[in-house]
């Protein structure tokens, strides 16, 4: 027993070596350690001009991985009035989200900008009779996608905002609501309605990059206007120092 224990000293010193030598080694060959730098995609709603539903709409904006047939980020929720305008005119700034967190695996991802639109009234849109003023119904509406690897390289040059129009697909049967992204995505035409116009959703992108309280230091008037810091699910592939996750 005291011999393996002797082995057992012997070749834990000679690896504590070897992982010596190794990092100074790349300290003499310049080749320090890099921590990858994070990304971070800043939606902004400008406005809403498919406005022929005449009701109040809540638009939910998150990011999609096609591969992995999931969603990787929380959902962001904008609420407007039947004009088109913020519901609430006080939160009027509140339109912009900031989807944090992103790696560089995350961007090479095939990912997706969805936005889903809901509409709070009518039980059907095209009912004309008038019910109860008080009973409203949160019903589909449509949908509106946008390829990150058709916008990657122009926002990444960029460093303002990039302005972008998002035509809004109506669902043919509720049923298939919950996968209307996909089959937008797949140009499975049957299941969906393409708007008679090419408006929709009209919304800016930057892409910003560094830990968040760079990014803060360098984007005062971005997180001024309150913007809503939307985080990716799960935990973020590098954890900065001096943060903490719960296990």
């Not at 005119?89 to 969805?114: G, W």
Request: aromatic share 8%; net charge positive; hydrophobic share 30%.
């Amino acid at each position: 027993m005291y011999f393996v224990f002797l082995q057992h000293l012997s070749s834990r010193h000679s690896l504590q070596q070897s992982t010596t030598q190794g990092e100074n080694s790349r300290q003499r060959h310049g080749e320090p350690c890099r921590v990858p730098v994070p990304h971070h995609l800043l939606v902004n709603l400008k406005s809403f001009t498919y406005n022929s539903i005449g009701e109040d709409t809540d638009i939910f904006f998150s990011l999609y991985d096609l591969r992995e047939g999931k969603t990787i980020s929380e959902k962001f929720m904008v609420r407007l009035n039947k004009s088109g305008g913020p519901k609430n005119p006080e939160k009027v700034d509140r339109l912009c989200a900031l989807f944090t967190d992103l790696s560089n695996k995350d961007m090479k991802r095939d990912l997706y900008i969805v936005s889903q639109v809901i509409r709070t009234g009518r039980m059907l849109l095209n009912d004309s009779k008038k019910g109860p003023a008080h009973v409203q119904y949160r019903r589909p509406y449509g949908c509106a996608v946008l390829a990150m690897s058709d916008v990657l390289q122009i926002i990444s040059e960029l460093k303002e905002e990039k302005d972008f129009v998002l035509k809004v697909y109506t669902c043919n049967n509720e049923n298939e609501w919950y996968q209307i992204h996909e089959n937008i995505i797949r140009k499975s035409s049957t299941k969906y309605t393409a708007p008679s116009t090419n408006y929709g959703l009209i919304i800016s992108l930057q892409l910003l990059r560094g830990d968040m309280d760079q990014v803060r230091r360098e984007n005062p008037l971005i997180f001024s206007r309150g913007v809503a810091i939307t985080r990716k699910l799960g935990f973020p592939d590098v954890i900065m120092p001096g943060e903490s996750h719960p296990t």
